[in-house]
Every structure is written in structure tokens, then in C-alpha cells.
């Protein structure tokens, strides 16, 4: 949520920080703005609108050697130029970027005008500026340093100064920021990927750190000027991950790739000679997983669809009592850590800010707590007790599609390595083995069926309400196809339990509003049929979601999109493949930015 960036160096700063701020664009598209440094003086360039249209009114000769940028998913303030970052003091010799919320910006607003600050936005990040401002004394590290304890909340900064040329100052409280070295020049950046087309060297910033970067290196402290040492990381992606390679959008490509990142998200981790699932990270001895009494799942979005898919296989599976709870709901609700529960956090960023505050919660309270994380080094991997990184590679497409299907990857092997751990057999756990084994050959048939997928999308998208529906292990399925179609396409959709619907949606059944049945050919296969009928009586269209090779279901559905034949563990990756691809050719018919979506941003770090 909202991306900065910053370099100082020998390039045209300008054009770092746009090739930047496109590559964190993802973050945050409403408005975006640059800084850039030349001879004691600065000059912003900001607006509303993606970074496409801010380039186009960047002067081609703006010259400069460093600065910041800002690509904004706004909190305070509407959507237009002046909200837009960089803010600059009253002088315009100051000049920061933000993203977090600062929770006590009016106080500090007020008392800042009534010091004669005139402020020029409606948001909480200008404050900063001013405050900065009012505490230079001719050392902007030091005037952030005193700032920092004053600001409540949570931010990653970043700040430059007219009078001190080619430096920038960074502050990290809540709000993810890493700086990358390369010759010569050096770069921070609220994500790696801003950085990744000039270095693979960077340092993750921990909250309460202070980073001063010049073109030649950087020191990190804190505010009382303690000296820290960090760790200089290497960033593993490639490039080509974070490029379309030859797709039209970022969320085919990543649909697409889903046989090689489940493939990625297993690879090691089979252990075929004791049948169970081999997780290194977790961090617990043979006899804590076995005290394991209880798994508590805590995640929000496509994520908290994950934890629900895996609760309910926890339990049926490995014979564990498990939950699946919103994580901005546990952070509040007092939680209760019971003994010898083991929770999980769910979060593909890792910096999800609601995910983040229930594992601080939690951890307060005694819990033990591993996450399940895409971005290596990001924060919720940094302050876990252990985990598992899923390997999907980057996701770019705001819309999660490849890292839930990783994120299953790792906790069906993590279900197995429990089961075998109690009461599930050799023979038992090599079927299931097998199968997990066999998940990217399936996805890959089912992506085969695209065009009979997109045919149904083009058919129905026109319809302004949509139903989806499913049963055991693909309930959470269902949500999660209405969720990326509300998401992507902007229809209304509402999953539910197939079992719910007589309880009230199916008030909502008419010839206009579709239902979508996942009809998996598992044990509770006649209940959804039986719902089908329900729905079929009252005139409603119905999309199946099918085996090969069951003719019953085409005397019901209007149109069935079939997927393979799988161990019934399988269908929840089956079917939500087909979803992600209905969703995004329904989304793309009617000429939807699939990518990034209106309103929504990739990695949401304020509450
Ligand atoms: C945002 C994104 C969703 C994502 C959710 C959780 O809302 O738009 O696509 O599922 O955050 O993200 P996380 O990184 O914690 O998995």
C-alpha cells in the first residue's frame, strides 16, 4: 500500500524513480509524484492518476542526481494533485514521502499551524514535513530522529533536504522499507522489485530504524544514534518474474504459471521414503508438532480463503481441531491462546497490516506463530517463529491468483506431515502424496479448457449478480470465485455453503442473477446436485463446475465447464483455477483494468 522509492546516485535520478514507482505501481495507482535534487534546490512533480500520466508531465530535461517517489493508495484525503507526494515544508526545502497513517496528525496539525505552518493537503503525511521542519537545525538525519518519536502511528519514510544535497533519510516504524546497494549509487525502496533492475543487494529495515544514504553508502541507526549493523541480503527473483513475458496482463501470467509455483511451492519438501511432508522452516521439534492439540488459522482476503481450505482438511485429514479466523477480527477480539494451540499466519505479502498486528497480538499473549509468506525478508517472516515460504515468485496482479494455490501447496503438506505424525498410514499417506505430487499435470490440463471457460464468461458477464456455490473443502472455494470476480470484473458476488442457500440467498434466485455450483465428484457430490435442482426450480441459470464423464449434471446446468478427475483433497486447486479464469475473462470482456483494480491495492499495510 502506496510505494516509495528513493535513489541517490549518478543516473538521472528522474527516470530511476519512474521506472521505480512503475514497478511498485501495484502498491497503489490513484495519484504519484517524484522529488528530484539538483544544486540546492528541489523540484516536485506530482498528480493524480497511475504513473503513466505522471511521466507525461515530467519535464525529459529535469535534471538531478537523486530524489524520492510516491505512487499513493489514499487514506486521508481525496484522490487529487495536492494529495498527492511528495509534501514539501512551507520553505519547499524539505520534501517526504509516507506510506502508513499517522494517528496523531491533527494534534500535530494544529499545533503546527498555530506555529505558523501552512499546510497545502488534506492528509495525515504532510505533517511530517512540517515537523521535520520545525526541528532542522541544519542535520536532517537528526531533525528525523527527533521527529520520529513524535509521530504515532505507522510510517515508512523517506526525506530529502535543498541543503543537503545527494542525501536522503529513511524511516521505518510499521511500514515496510529496504534499501538496495549498488556502485556507486544507492536506493531504498518500500519493496525489492523497485530496486531489482540495478541491484540484488539489499537491507531490510527493521521499526525504529533511521537510514541515512548518500550515492557512496549508507549508515542505519536508531533515534537515540545507537549504531546498527544489519545484514546485506541477496535478492533472489529474476527480473523476467516481474516482467508480462509476453502475456497481456500480469494476472494471466500468473494464472498461467500456476502447474510451475505449486511445483516450486512442494519441490524438496516430499519425503516419499515415510510418505509424509518435509517443512525445514517450521522450526519445531518432532515432539512440539505432536503436542499440537489445536491449529488456528489467521488470515484475511484470498489468504483467509487458504486458511479456511486448510482448517476444514486439518481437521478431516490429520484429525486436528482447526479454525480459520479473519485476522482484523482476532487482533481485537482478546484472543485466547490456548495451550498447545499452534497458529498460523496466512499472507502472501507479508506485510499485510491486519495479519501483522493479530501475530504481534497473539505472540503478546504467549502463541507460538509461523507464517506462511510469499515475499522473502518481508516483515511477518522476519517476527515469526518459523514458516514456510510458498516460492511463487513475484505476484504482481493486485488480484491474489498463483499464491493461494501455494499457499494450499504448503499447508496440505503440512496436514500430511501431521496426519503421519498420528494416526494416518504409509499406504495412506503415499495416496496423498501422490496427489499433491500429481497437482501441477492436473492444473495444467484444467488451464488447457481456458477457451471453453472464456466462451461461458463472454455468455454470461453481462449479468450484474452472481451466486457461488460449493460444499466442504470447495465452500471456501466458492468465496473465493466470487471474491475474484467482484474484485476484477466489478460484479456483485456472493459465495455461500451449496447447504445455505435455502436458508435465504436463494430469495435472491431468478433468471437474472447465475449461480456457479462446484460439483466436485467427492462424497458430498448428490447434496450439491440436490441444490442445483433447488435452484433449477426457480428458474435460476446455473454454471456447473464438473468432472468428465457424469451426464446427470447436464440435464440440470445450463453450461458445465469440466475439470479433471482427481483424489478428492485435489478439487479446491481444480476448481478455483477455472474461477480465477472466469472471473479474469469476464473482468477483460467488459474492459476491466485486471491488474489493478479500482480502489483496491496489492499489499494493504495500514488497518
Ligand atoms: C489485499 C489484496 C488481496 C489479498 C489481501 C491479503 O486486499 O488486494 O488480493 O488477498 O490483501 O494479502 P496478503 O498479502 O496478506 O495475502
Not at 281 to 285: A, I, R, S
Given at each position: 500500500m502506496c510505494g516509495i522509492v528513493g535513489y541517490c546516485g549518478v543516473k538521472q535520478a528522474s527516470e530511476v524513480l519512474l521506472e521505480g514507482l512503475k514497478r511498485l505501481e501495484y502498491r497503489g495507482y490513484d495519484s504519484a509524484g517524484i522529488c528530484v535534487g539538483e544544486g540546492g534546490c528541489l523540484t516536485t512533480v506530482k498528480c493524480k492518476g497511475k504513473i503513466r500520466e505522471l511521466r507525461s508531465i515530467v519535464p525529459v530535461d529535469l535534471k538531478g542526481t537523486y530524489g524520492i517517489g510516491h505512487t499513493r493508495w489514499a487514506t486521508h484525503g481525496e484522490v487529487n494533485d495536492q494529495n498527492a507526494h511528495p509534501h514539501s515544508d512551507c520553505s519547499g526545502n524539505i520534501s517526504i514521502v509516507h506510506n502508513g497513517i499517522i494517528e496523531n496528525y491533527s494534534v500535530l496539525k494544529e499545533k503546527l499551524q498555530s506555529d505558523g505552518h501552512v499546510f497545502k493537503s488534506d492528509t495525515d503525511s504532510e505533517v511530517i514535513a512540517h515537523l521535520v521542519s520545525s526541528l532542522y537545525t541544519g542535520d536532517l538525519e537528526k531533525a528525523v530522529k527527533l521527529a520520529a518519536p513524535l509521530l504515532k502511528g505507522t510510517y515508512g519514510i523517506a526525506c530529502v533536504h535543498a541543503d543537503e544535497p545527494g542525501v536522503i533519510i529513511g524511516a521505518r516504524n510499521g511500514s515496510p522499507l529496504v534499501l538496495g546497494i549498488g556502485n556507486d549509487e544507492m536506493f531504498l525502496a518500500s519493496d525489492v522489485t523497485a530496486m531489482m533492475s540495478y541491484t540484488r543487494q539489499a537491507v531490510y529495515l527493521e521499526d525504529g530504524e533511521i537510514v541515512r544514504i548518500d550515492a557512496h553508502g549508507y549508515t542505519t541507526s536508531d533515534v537515540t544514534d545507537r549504531a546498527i549493523t544489519k545484514k546485506i541480503e541477496h535478492i533472489d527473483w529474476e527480473l523476467q518474474e516481474i516482467e508480462k513475458g509476453g502475456f497481456p496482463t500480469y494476472m494471466e501470467k500468473e494464472i498461467f504459471e500456476q502447474p510451475l509455483s505449486v511445483e516450486r511451492a512442494m519441490k524438496g519438501r516430499l519425503d516419499k521414503e515415510i510418505a509424509t511432508g518435509h517443512l525445514g522452516?517450521?522450526?519445531?521439534?518432532s515432539s512440539e508438532l505432536l503436542n499440537v492439540e489445536r491449529v488456528k488459522l489467521v488470515a484475511t482476503g484470498t489468504s483467509y480463503h487458504a486458511a479456511m481450505v486448510a482448517a476444514y482438511l486439518l481437521e478431516t485429514v490429520a484429525r486436528i481441531p482447526s479454525t480459520a479466523e479473519l485476522s482484523s477480527e482476532v487482533r481485537y477480539k482478546n484472543p485466547v491462546v490456548e495451550r498447545n494451540a499452534l497458529h498460523f499466519v496466512i499472507s502472501q505479502s507479508g506485510e499485510t497490516a491486519d495479519t501483522l498486528y493479530a501475530m504481534r497480538e497473539l505472540q503478546r499473549k504467549g502463541a507460538r506463530v509461523l507464517g506462511i509468506c510469499n515475499v522473502v525478508g518481508s516483515t511477518i517472516p522476519r517476527e515469526s517463529d518459523g514458516g514456510v515460504y510458498i516460492h511463487s515468485g513475484p505476484e504482481i496482479a493486485v488480484a491474489s491468483t498463483k499464491a493461494f494455490t501455494s499457499q494450499l501447496t504448503a499447508l496440505y503438506l503440512f496436514t500430511l506431515l501431521m496426519a503421519r505424525m498420528r494416526h494416518l498410514s504409509f499406504e495412506a499417506g503415499s495416496r496423498i502424496l501422490e496427489a499433491i505430487e500429481s497437482l501441477p499435470g492436473l492444473i495444467a490440463q484444467v488451464l488447457s479448457n481456458a477457451d471453453a471457460i472464456k466462451t461461458v464468461a463472454h455468455k454470461y458477464c453481462a449479468h450484474g449478480n452472481f451466486l457461488f456455490l460449493g460444499r466442504g473443502l470447495n465452500y471456501p472455494v466458492a468465496l473465493e470465485g466470487a471474491l475474484k470476480l467482484k474484485e476484477i470484473s466489478y460484479i456483485h458476488a456472493e459465495g455461500y455453503s451449496a447447504a445455505e442457500i435455502k436458508h435465504g440467498p436463494i430469495a435472491l434466485i431468478n433468471e437474472e442473477t447465475p449461480s456457479m455450483f462446484l460439483v466436485p465428484d467427492d462424497r458430498l457430490r448428490d447434496k450439491v446436485i440436490t441444490s442445483m435442482k433447488e435452484v433449477k426450480a426457480r428458474k435460476g441459470k446455473i454454471i456447473a463446475l464438473a468432472v468428465n464423464g457424469?451426464?446427470?449434471i447436464d440435464e440440470i446446468a445450463d453450461d458445465i465447464i469440466y475439470v479433471p478427475k482427481a483424489n478428492d483433497i485435489l478439487y479446491p486447486f481444480l476448481m478455483v483455477v477455472p474461477l480465477q479464469l472466469f472471473a479474469y475473462y469476464c473482468a477483460r470482456k467488459l474492459g476491466r483494468d485486471v491488474d489493478q483494480p479500482r480502489n483496491l491495492a496489492k499489499s494493504v499495510t495500514v488497518e
Open positions: 522452516g517450521l522450526n519445531m521439534t457424469h451426464g446427470d
